[in-house]
């Protein structure tokens, strides 16, 4: 529709767009921060890694529509995530992290060290794979058909 929900390692918020083209601010949440990488939308939730390089992170939901937060699971790092339908898919120091998303918790179905080192980048989904990459360049593929 017409909002946009921006975030940095500073704070998040959520603009809105009126109908003479400039930006308002609907909410602004200073604990949920994205530093590498987006969150997703599910629903009326958006799931993100919070945090930076130089602060405690944690994976987060949050709701989209006030920018309330929750639910936080410590335990994740600067890693990237992504959404196939109501799945997300986490890789995050070399972990890869599948679980369903729902504002009750989380979940975990599958968490598995598939690669080393720090991971960055965003896991791709393709013809039922995942592809991992660290940032040294590593790639793995692994099978989720």
Partial sequence: GN????????????LEIGADGRPRTVWQQPDMKWYFNAG???????YSIHGSTHSPTELMCSRFDT????????????GGLMAAQKTIIVLDQGVLTL???SPEGFRPRLQ?????????????LANGRIYCR???GDLVCVDVQ
């Fill in 134 to 136: 660290n940032a040294v």
């Fill in 40 to 46: 997703v939308l599910i629903d009326d939730h958006v």
């Fill in 99 to 101: 679980f369903d998303a």
């Fill in 3 to 14: 909002r946009v929900l921006v975030s940095s390692s500073l704070q998040s918020r959520l």
């Fill in 112 to 124: 598995q060290q598939v690669l080393e080192g720090k991971c960055w980048t965003v896991p791709v």
């Fill in 67 to 78: 920018g309330e937060i929750v639910w936080t699971e410590r335990g994740f790092a600067t």
